[in-house]
């Protein structure tokens, strides 16, 4: 068996003692003579699994009683929708930030169901930065806030948590949940793709205060109605119950490392050091104002661009594959979430060093 260094922006790798746990109990969970994945949702076995998995993310994420933890289906973009349905609750109107393209693909899909006012944008700067929350021009008599608190393709990420006071405050946690501790409270609603930094892809994590609960608009189709799932334990109809299972096996990883301030810190330290190889040389880039860098997705180009795909070629041969940037970014795209060890990092960066050498 030969494992590569996967630096894919997602679906991305697993931590392997998770892979190793998974395929250990493959064809039989815990002497039940089931995989999970023959199981029935309403059955004791995975009941257990299903709780145990809640009981360990609230635990690292420190989420109060009065959040609804929700495990669905439909990706990250099933919340664009669902958002508008349920939290919109009478009001016409809903503000968003634009930082980037999965902003876009939000604010693209909640006009379909309110008005959208645009509070803020980083479209002059290309998207390499974040806007000064100073200069948000809120609605009080907004439905909600919403914005994306790292910008995959971008690789541009918030330090900030804004203040919106009364107004809900909603956040695309997709690609940055579980990469450091996070104040649950200072949300309304939190949603999160798995396939990024939780599990496998098909598994999409909803955490929502439960005085936001009911009222969604009439057409919401019920699968998508918060206040169902959350009567229901997500099981209002079948759930990912695979993916749930995985993630967590991937919840109980992070306590084993010493919870979100370890990974953290790990996050930290492989981000520095990659952005010190870019920054250092005259040979790599990376456009984004050094204060709003992603810990988890790095672009970068070549000075040359001509040497883009001998790079890429190298990179394959030295086992580090899918760094090829998003398409319409172009360039380099190294994603480092959680489950990239620090080991991938450093051979990165000696390839980025070596190439750099070989190409003077
Ligand atoms: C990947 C991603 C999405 C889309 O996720 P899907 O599961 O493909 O719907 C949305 N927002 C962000 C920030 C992402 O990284």
Known sequence: MSRLYNFSAGPAMLPEPVLQQAQGELLDWNNTGMSVMEMSHRGKEFTSIAQQAEANLRALMAIPDNYKVLFLQGGATAQFTAIPMNLLRGKTTADYVNTGQWSIKAIEEASRYCDVNIVASSEQSHFTTVPDFDNWTLNPDAAYVHY??????????????????????????????????????????????????????????????????????????????????????????????????????????????????????????????????????????????????????????????????????????????????????????????????????????????????QHK
């Open 148 to 357: 994306t608190a790292n910008e995959t393709i971008g690789g541009v990420e918030f330090d900030y948590i804004p203040d919106t006071g009364d107004v809900p405050l909603v956040v695309d946690l997709s690609s940055t949940i579980l990469s450091r501790p996070i104040d649950v409270s200072r949300f309304a609603l939190i949603y999160a793709g798995a396939q990024k930094n939780i599990g496998p892809a098909g598994l999409t994590l909803v955490i929502v205060r439960d005085d936001l609960l009911g009222d969604a608009l009439a057409i919401t189709p019920i699968c998508y109605d918060y206040k169902i799932q959350a009567d229901n334990d997500s099981m209002y109809n079948t759930p990912p119950t695979y993916g749930w299972y995985l993630a967590g096996l991937v919840f109980q990883w992070l306590q084993n490392l010493g919870g979100l301030t370890a990974m953290a810190d790990i996050n930290q330290r492989k981000a520095q050091k990659l952005y010190d190889a870019i920054d250092h040389s005259d040979f790599y880039q990376n456009p984004v104002e050094k204060r709003y860098r992603s810990w988890m997705n790095i672009p970068f180009t070549l000075n040359d661009e001509s040497l883009d795909a001998a790079f890429l070629a190298g990179a394959d041969t030295a086992k580090l594959v899918a760094l090829k940037g998003h398409r319409t970014v172009g360039g380099m795209r190294a994603s480092i979430y959680n489950a990239m060890p620090e080991q991938g990092v450093d051979a990165l960066i000696h390839y980025m060093q070596e190439f750099a050498q």
